[in-house]
């Protein structure tokens, strides 16, 4: 059974830093890509970032480009966002996916974990 479990949200103030994990779990993703997505109250759930599992070819939306970094540990089979200079809009529930294409689409992603809350206060 496939398990993504996010870790590490939290309150940060703005201008700070979080790193989100996700641990990966019940089957093989080394040709798969893995995102972040997130989703804010009222909003559409909106792609972050993305990394191919086995390449390390990375994709971000333009919105954290420059803010935000997506790694991952084969030894851990943990993949990691690493938030930096945040700001209040970043507030959201952030989602740990999986899928067989790397893309920014909710629909190119078969396997979801449960989300993690990052609020950002002003």
């Known amino acids: 059974q496939v398990q993504l479990v996010e870790s590490g949200g939290g309150l940060v103030q703005a201008g700070g830093s979080l790193r989100l994990s996700c641990a990966a779990s019940?089957?093989?993703?080394?040709?798969?890509?893995m995102g972040w997505f997130r989703q804010a109250p009222g909003k559409e759930r909106e792609f972050v970032a993305t990394i191919i599992w086995s390449g390390g070819h990375t994709s971000s939306a333009d919105s954290v480009k420059g803010r935000f970094t997506i790694s991952r540990d084969y030894a851990k089979n943990t993949v990691y966002l690493q938030m930096n200079s945040v700001k209040p809009e970043d507030t959201a529930i952030y989602y740990c996916?999986?899928?067989?294409?790397?893309?920014?689409?909710?629909?190119?992603?078969?396997?979801w974990g449960r989300g993690a809350q990052v609020t950002v206060s002003s």
């Open positions: 996916a999986a899928g067989p294409v790397l893309g920014g689409r909710v629909s190119t992603y078969d396997y």
């Open positions: 019940g089957r093989t993703f080394n040709s798969y890509a």
